[in-house]
């Protein structure tokens, strides 16, 4: 079963036991459904980008709450009940990727061929930085000549 993340975008105005009791329930209708709520989070009160228009107003606030789970890949169908939940601004349900970073995606093979072109001590070595010291001093001494000429003027 895929992992996937259900973010929840909630009225400001929504108390915090009817926040739960629809957290519950998607968590239900998840388990119901062979899946598992493998985390929950809570991200408060947010400021939105822009207002989002219900019909009871526009809402420039909201609460954000993420559900991480394990669920088929009929969840998202499963799921369009959400549409109709007046305390919801908005729901978005988002597939995990398997995907790899940086030296993970090399085999051990490629990882020493790649990490090989690179010498070791060139990395580390400070005495490139020690020739690129900046003479500002000759700067200004060329400045105060140039204001001393100006003066005699």
Known sequence: MPLYDCVLLLKPHVK??????????????IY???????????????????????????????????LTMMATPMMNKELHYLNREDRLLRWLLVKH??????????TEEDEKRE?????????FDDEDADRDV???????????????????E
Request: aromatic content about 8%.
């Open 97 to 106: 990727r398997d995907t790899k970073f940086g030296l993970e995606l090399l």
């Open 115 to 123: 990490l090989s072109k690179f010498p070791r001590s060139s990395i």
């Open 16 to 29: 915090r036991e009817a926040l739960m009791e629809l957290v519950a329930r998607i968590a239900r209708d």
């Open 32 to 66: 119901t459904r062979n899946g598992v709520v493998t985390e929950m989070k809570s991200f408060g009160t947010v400021q939105l980008g822009y207002g989002i228009k219900k019909l009871d107003g526009r809402f420039y606030q909201g609460q954000m709450m993420q």
């Open 134 to 152: 900046d003479d500002d001093d000759d700067d200004d001494e060329e400045y105060e000549v140039d204001r001393e000429e100006k003066k005699e």
